[in-house]
Structure formats: C-alpha cells, structure tokens
C-alpha cells in the first residue's frame, strides 16, 4: 500500500471517529493552519453548525481532486469553494504560490510526463511552458474600484462566482490547467476540469500534487478537481451540475460551440490560424529571427503560433534566405507536394464542390526531421522549421496544421497581404502578426485584422510577456472577447455605497 494511501485510510477513519466521538480533528496529517488573521471563522472549538457544513463530507476525503465521477466532482469543487471562502485571501495567496512553485520545481518531470502522454510537441518548450507560470497575474490582480464623493463612498469589487467548469486542451495540458488554477483560485473560486482525453494522466499527476500541499497548507482540500477519465459526458455534466456557474474551454471549434449551446455562460479561448504579414520597410534578419522562434516553438502547437506568412513579392527571396540562416529549411515543389498527401487527408467536397482537406493527426506537433522524412528529404540536425512556396489557398495556408512547416505566400502590396491574412485568419479573431516599420501599414492591418492580440515586430509570443510587455496565460479568450485571461476574467463585479457617510474630507 503506497504512504498517500495510508494517509488517506488514517485521514477517513480519524474524521469517522471524531465525529462519533463527537469532536472534527483530523489525526496525523492535519493541515497546519492558515495565519489567525487570515481567518474569518475562528470557532475553533464551538462546534457550530455552520462550521460542520463547511468541513468536506466523508465521501469526498482522500480524492486531492481525482475524481471518477463529474458530479461528485463538482460537489468536492463547491465545498472548496466554501472553504476558502472561509480562510480568506491568504489562502488564495498561498494556492496561488504553491501552482508556481509546483510548476518551476516539476517542470522537467511534468514536461516529459506531458510529451510521454500526447506524443506532441518539444520537451525544452514544455518545461519553458512550466517555467513561465510565474508570470501568470494572481491576487494582486484584483485591486477593487472606489469612489468618494458629497454622498459618501462606493466600492466596486470583483468577487468569486463559485465553481468553474474547465475543459483543457492536449496542446498544453498541465500549463493551462495550471494557469487556470492560478487565475480562478486568486478570484475565490474552486474548478473542475475536463481535461483532453489525451493529455489526463498528467493533468491528474499535477492536480493532485497540488492538491495535497494546499490541504497541507490551508486544510483545503479539492480547490482544483479533474475527471481521471474525461469523456463527453462528463463533459455535459459538469455543463449542466448546479454548483457550476461559469465555463471555461480552451480548444477547438468543436469545444466552443459545445460550450456556446449548454446555455451557461462561456468563457471560450478557441482556435487560431495566425497570418504574419512581412513588407520591405521591416529589417528582415530580425523578422526571419522571429518567424521561426514562434512557428517552430513547442512544434508551432502554439494558437498564437505562426501558421502562415504573407510577404512583398520583391523581398521574398530575401526572406527566405533569412529564413534558411536561422535553422529553417525550404522545401521543393516536389517535396512540398509528398508532405501536404502526408500531412491531410482530403474529402470529396458536398454536391460537387472541392476536396476538403483535414489534419492528419499523426504529423500535429511533431519534429521537423519528421515532417522532412514525410518529404522525402533529410534535413541537418537542430532544423527547427520547414518551410516551402505555396498559393494563398494552399492547405497550410487555410488550415490550422499545428506543425513545425510554414508557407511563404507572394504578395503584389500590403492591401493584398492584408486581404489574405484576413481569409486564412477565419474571422477567428484571435492572434495575427506583422513585420514593418510603416506606422500606416501596422495600423491598417490592425484595423482590419480584428484580432485580440496584433503583434508588431516580434515573435508571438512577445504577445503574451514573452519577450513583450504584458502579463501570461494559456487561455485567450477570442470569440467570447474576453480577452487574456487573468483573475478578474472569473470575478462578478459587485458595487457596496455607503450614502452621505465616511467620506473623511
Ligand atoms: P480540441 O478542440 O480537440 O480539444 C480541446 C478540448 O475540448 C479537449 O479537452 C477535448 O476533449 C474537448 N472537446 C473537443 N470537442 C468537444 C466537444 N464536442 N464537446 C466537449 N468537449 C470537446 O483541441 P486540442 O487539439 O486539444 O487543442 C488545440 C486547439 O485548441 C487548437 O484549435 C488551438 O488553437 C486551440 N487552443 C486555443 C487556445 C486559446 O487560448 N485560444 C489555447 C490553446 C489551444
């Protein structure tokens, strides 16, 4: 028997025998205490009513967040959220350093567990992606808004819903759900996630890690539950239990629309196809330096990432040997054909019209001596990106491929490059980018792009604090305009007037 489990069995049959004897200690492992002044029920031994219902049934001891079944999970969750209710934003406080510091000491582990998991990606880029949680804002985030003025004084401030249901993607799995920790528990909530099927073991490694520092550390014990076993009907579960009053999904079309329809409010960070459009005023080194840091980062699994550049017919040339110079490597026409039969799969398109082209998952994600192999050529060690010409309708170009490969696309003028970035961006209104130094160019396309980032000069990441100003997270809310998400994403704003009185002036 493993010592989690022992702890657990001695944890249930204290809290058992603590009530029939009619006191609540827990034996052994009993959290230590948050600070006294944090506390907002310090009843210690009055035995009151209200402090029994706060305290986590039986049924629900022992999980750390592991649950098999969504409903319990989501009663485990709405208990947290009680709790920490209870022991104020010192414990928000804490939940949130421990997350970062889980993430930094566990990052190399957790990444490889993640790659080992979901077979996608690159092991550097997902221990960075762990590293990088600190940067993620939490409780200071929340600075409530006050007015004075001759009828006295009013604050607004930004309060916990309760739970939050999650669903997490297999691009990031343990990144975002723990930055979505960090962003919701700061806020005063507890969540649940359903996590990609393809990427739950890890997210279950690390929730329940954190789990059992944070009941160490505050006595509460399920603030982030997962399903072990996702499916989509615990998907509609979680939708539809009571104790959850907002959703957050990160992922495909396919989630967002699911979310959109359960009739509950829907944070929803979807898909991206990101253009990069590159004119002859820019400095071309530092744009080719760019395009392959972000295209080529964690295998373009990125949403932000670089999925296609459109560039001034005149400089193309001059782009791509710049390219070639920073560990990219063209493919031919000839090369470039093998790879796009081996990289989709076409569908005869409805009543006559044109073959529909769809991912073939087996190339999301992989390395670029992979996708070079698909080719037919060998490529030297260390390339980071293949990139090769394509039309503006090309399948790279239109779908969101998910892969260490780039097409360059000719344009006769900006107005053009603008018109394509447009088609292959999908109204998705996530993440485009452009290389200039043409202040009217910048804003045209900013204008017409619509995006929730637009990044000039840099690679996509810089629009997320990676190498730009600006704050982290792993969920960026497009179509529901949400925006980065941050912890007053998951607050309801409540305004508290004190008429005529304690305005000191
Ligand atoms: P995916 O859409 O296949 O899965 C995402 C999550 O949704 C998974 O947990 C999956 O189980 C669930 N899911 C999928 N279809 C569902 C349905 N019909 N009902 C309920 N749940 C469903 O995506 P993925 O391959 O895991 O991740 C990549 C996608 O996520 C890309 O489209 C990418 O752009 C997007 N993404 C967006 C952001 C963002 O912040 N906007 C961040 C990361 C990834």
Not at 470 to 486: D, K, R
């Amino acid at each position: 028997m493993s010592a989690v489990n022992e702890t657990l069995i001695r944890d249930v049959v204290a809290e058992v025998m603590g009530r029939l004897n009619g006191n609540s200690a827990p034996a052994k492992s009993s959290p230590a205490p948050v600070p006294a002044t944090a506390s907002k029920n310090p009843d210690a031994a009055c035995g009151c009513e209200h402090k029994a219902k706060l305290r986590p049934a039986v049924a629900l001891r022992g999980k750390f967040g592991i649950f098999q079944d969504a409903n319990e999970a989501c009663a485990a969750a709405q208990e947290a959220y009680l709790q920490l209710q209870e022991k104020g934003v010192a414990a928000r406080r804490k939940i949130e350093e421990i997350v970062k510091i889980f993430c930094d000491k566990n990052a190399e582990a957790w990444g490889k567990l993640e790659l080992d998991e979901t077979k996608i990606g690159r092991l550097d880029h997902k221990i960075e992606k762990l590293k990088i949680i600190k940067l993620v804002p939490g409780v200071d985030w929340l600075n409530p808004y006050g007015r004075s003025g001759d009828h006295g004084i009013t604050l607004e401030e930004y309060t916990p819903f309760g739970v939050v249901g999650a669903v997490t993607p297999s691009t990031h799995s343990v990144p975002t759900m723990s930055g979505n920790i960090v962003n919701i528990a700061a806020a005063g909530n507890a969540v649940v996630f359903n996590p990609h099927p393809g990427a739950a073991r890890c997210a279950a490694a690390a929730v329940r890690a954190y789990n059992e520092a944070i009941y160490r550390e505050t006595g509460i014990e399920n603030i982030a539950c997962v399903v072990e076993k996702p499916t989509l009907e615990s998907f509609n579960a979680i939708c539809k239990n009571e104790n959850v009053r907002l959703l957050l999904v990160t992922g495909g079309p396919m989630v967002v629309k699911a979310a959109m329809q359960t009739g509950k409010r829907a944070i929803c960070a979807g898909p991206g196809n990101p253009p990069v459009l590159v004119d002859d005023t820019c400095c071309l080194k530092r744009a080719a330096k760019a395009i392959v840091q972000g295209a080529a980062y964690d295998n373009n699994l990125l949403c932000i990432g670089e999925k296609e550049v459109f560039v001034l017919d005149h400089i193309a040339d001059k782009l791509m040997e710049q390219l070639s110079q920073n560990a990219a490597v063209k493919l031919s026409n000839a090369q470039l054909d093998a790879l796009t039969k081996a990289a989709f799969t076409f569908k005869e398109g409805q009543a006559g019209g044109c073959a529909h082209a769809s991912v073939n998952k087996d190339f999301i994600g992989r390395d670029a001596p992979v996708l070079a192999k698909a080719a037919g050529v060998n490529v030297p060690a260390g390339t980071q990106l293949l990139f090769a010409e394509t039309d503006a309708k090309h399948p790279f170009v239109e779908e969101e491929q998910m892969m260490p490969f780039i097409p360059i696309v000719r344009v006769k003028s900006i107005e053009e490059g603008i018109e394509y970035s447009l088609e292959a961006e999908h109204n998705y209104k996530h993440t485009s980018i452009i290389h200039s130094h043409d202040v009217e160019n910048m804003t045209a396309m900013a204008r017409a792009m619509d995006t929730t980032l637009f990044i000039k000069n840099g690679p996509c990441m810089a629009g997320l604090g990676l190498g730009g100003e600006g704050y982290l997270s792993f969920s960026i809310a497009t179509p529901t305009g949400e925006g980065i998400t941050n912890p007053r994403t998951f607050t309801r704003v409540r305004r508290c007037v004190m008429v005529d009185n304690l305005r000191i002036y």
